[in-house]
């Protein structure tokens, strides 16, 4: 499957912090807690193959956190190690409870970067998507909601 190395240190377009904001996270059933500082301008969907499979959904929503900003505040998270196309390690870190999807980083002791998951943050609804990737993945349902019938809740 095409995949995209998310949010990687040598990705020069995500190593200048420009908009930070601090955000709140959690899993669906509350055992894993996290604070983080996002770029906020640097909000990204992404249509890959493998954000499709490890979503169960359409598309993933990523903020970008360094680690200085990132800190655990309960609970233990679990982690799946992906391997892309390219070679490369990624970890998906998701609550072991509920299945929560919470951050991503690449596969090493001490990650430079998270991909914070903006459905787990409190503040979700400041972080606008500015950009999309994997397009060409994309499924051609997803590129234009509008004219679905819209219910404010079910």
């Known amino acids: ?42 909000v990204t969907i992404c249509h890959c193959t493998a954000c499709q499979v490890l979503t169960g959904t359409a598309y993933r929503v990523t903020a970008p956190a360094s680690a ?40 090493v002791e001490r990650p430079e970067r998270f991909g914070v998951r903006v459905g787990c943050l409190q503040e979700r609804t400041a972080l606008v998507p500015r950009k999309r990737i994997w397009c060409s993945s994309a499924l051609s349902w997803s590129e234009n909601l509008t004219t679905m019938e819209q219910l404010s809740q079910e």
């Not at 095409?2 to 930070?20: I, T, Y």
């Not at 970890?91 to 919470?102: K, T, Y």
């Open 1 to 42: 499957m095409g995949e995209p190395n998310h949010l990687h240190p040598s990705d020069a377009s995500f190593k200048v912090m420009s908009d930070l904001m601090q955000v709140h996270g959690s899993c669906h059933c509350g055992a894993i807690e996290f604070e983080a500082t996002v770029d906020s301008t640097r």
């Open 68 to 107: 200085e900003g990132f800190r655990l505040k309960r609970g233990s998270p679990r982690t799946y190690v992906k391997i892309a196309d390219s070679g490369n390690r990624r970890a998906q870190v998701f609550c072991a409870e509920c299945g929560s999807h919470l951050y991503s980083h690449a596969a």
